[in-house]
């Protein structure tokens, strides 16, 4: 039942988009590495707009077969070939540049992440710029029927579903960013004690629409991890503090601007929130006297280190004297390989 409704609700944010091309950001075409595929502000990316490209070519083809039913036909021999030159320089460049991305992911994150990720600038970029140009030659595509109906060659409907469809199959690729798996791509973050994520950690996230129906692991990847606390208290008041924050972090004005199918982006995208809630709950600890460099020496280990510099680069906020910080080695993005976390085997008289 809840899954009926989640996907309702999936439905009626996706058809809530109004169809207004004055929005289009044309610079997307120019800054492939910066490119993020938005719906209703990427050119070309709104749903009515496949539904009428759908329609223009159905009626087309149809108006098209009913006036060549009377007329010889045309030979089409450099329309052919320059149309299907366009597509293969193209599909040879698109490629091109899959691979070399693809290669450079490998080298610098291992194959999992070439599959599986949790950073949240995967859905953005020259990948999905290519995956982008790969969506707007389905467009191009079409010109195959009408080159055929021109021949008056036999066009049997398998050729009609399959050009409509793969627009509508490699939209819903960028819409859902099914380069990678959904759940790790909303980055949304869960707060845990210890290192085993659980299903009840699930109920952190209050939006029931937002919320996955399921805990899958293997969505999920460790971001930070942090060891040194002195007491329990600690643990659980920075946690308390972290939680605290991201359910009651401010909006901007901007995002009640924003059309309810785009804020979901934002509403999902807690790492950099949850980085800032971090440094601010562990100031509280300084403050109140539960940690300092006397007792403790913290280290915070970190998936990625550019967000160490983040306090400070947002909102001037300094990591408190007793923080140190280090790299989060992860096997298969999700297993420690941090002498810190690993597990070790105990005497038994221990």
């Known amino acids: 039942m809840t899954d009926a409704k989640n996907l309702i609700s999936r439905i009626e944010e996706i058809f ?4 207004n091309t004055s929005n289009w950001d044309f610079s997307q075409f120019t800054e492939p590495n910066e490119f993020q595929w938005k719906v209703g502000i990427t050119p070309f ?3 009515q707009f496949v539904v009428g490209a759908w329609a223009t070519y159905f009626v087309t083809i149809i108006g098209l077969k009913a006036i060549m039913s009377s007329t010889t036909p045309f ?3 450099y329309g052919t070939a320059a149309h299907n030159l366009i597509l293969c320089l193209l599909s040879a460049i698109m490629f091109g540049y899959a691979v070399i991305d693809f290669f450079h992911r490998y080298q610098e994150r291992g194959i999992g992440e070439c599959f599986c990720t949790s950073d949240s600038s995967s859905n953005k970029g020259r990948l999905f710029y290519v995956t982008y140009a790969y969506y707007l030659s389905k467009f191009d595509e079409l010109f195959d029927t009408v080159i055929l109906v021109l021949k008056k060659k036999p066009i049997i409907f398998l050729h009609w579903y399959h050009h409509a469809i793969v627009i509508l199959m490699v939209w819903s690729w960028l819409e859902d960013a099914n380069m990678y798996a959904r759940h790790v791509q909303t980055s949304q973050v869960l707060v845990t004690v ?3 994520i659980q299903s009840k950690y699930l109920r952190q996230i ?3 629409a937002l919320r996955p129906h399921k805990l899958r692991k293997d969505h999920w990847t460790p971001f930070v991890a942090i060891s040194g606390f ?3 208290g600690s643990v659980m ?3 308390n503090i972290i939680l605290r924050k991201l359910q009651n972090r401010p909006k901007s004005s901007e995002y009640y601007k924003m059309e309810k199918r785009l804020r979901i982006h934002e509403d999902m995208n807690l790492v950099e929130s949850s980085v800032l809630a971090l440094c601010q709950s562990l100031r509280q600890l300084e403050a109140r006297e539960m940690e300092s460099k006397q ?3 913290l280290k915070i280990y970190w998936e990625r280190m550019a967000m160490v510099d983040l306090p400070k680069e947002q909102k001037g906020m300094e990591w408190p004297i007793f923080v140190q910080h280090e790299k989060l080695e992860l096997k298969r993005g999700r297993l420690f390989l941090n002498e810190e976390f690993k597990w070790k085997q105990k005497p038994l008289a221990a």
């Open 237 to 239: 008041t920075t946690s």
């Open 230 to 232: 002195s007491s329990y």
């Open 206 to 208: 209050k939006d029931a």
């Open 45 to 47: 990316s709104n749903w």
């Open 295 to 297: 007792n403790s020496l």
């Open 75 to 77: 030979s089409m021999r």
């Open 194 to 196: 210890g290192r085993i």
């Open 16 to 19: 809530s988009i109004p169809y």
